[in-house]
């Protein structure tokens, strides 16, 4: 059987270009950050960004559509897709 996850659409206004090759990998990356609104400043700041964020309660946001190019791994950015899991940074 298979599962759908309802996608919540939040573009983020990231930087990106028009994909010219088909995406043949995930790229995952922790924010160290507490929300959604981290989530998408912190890599805005940096002229970074990616396409989906995982929020703890595991509900998905799109930040931008899956058939642009972000900048969020150096040279792979071309053909993979960046997913933000929401992860405050915790010490203790």
Request: with cysteine; glycine share 10%; hydrophobic share 40%.
């Amino acid at each position: 059987s298979q599962t759908t996850i309802p996608i919540r659409v939040e573009h983020a206004g990231f930087d990106w270009r028009r994909r010219r090759v088909q995406v043949d990998t995930l790229v995952v990356h922790e924010s160290v950050t507490g929300n959604l609104e981290g989530c998408i400043a912190v890599p805005q700041r940096r002229g970074l960004g990616v396409h989906l964020a995982i929020e703890p309660s595991g509900e998905v946001a799109e930040l931008a559509p899956v058939d642009h190019v972000v900048f969020h791994a150096g040279e792979l950015n071309g053909r993979s897709l960046g997913i933000e899991i929401i992860s405050p940074f915790d010490v203790e």
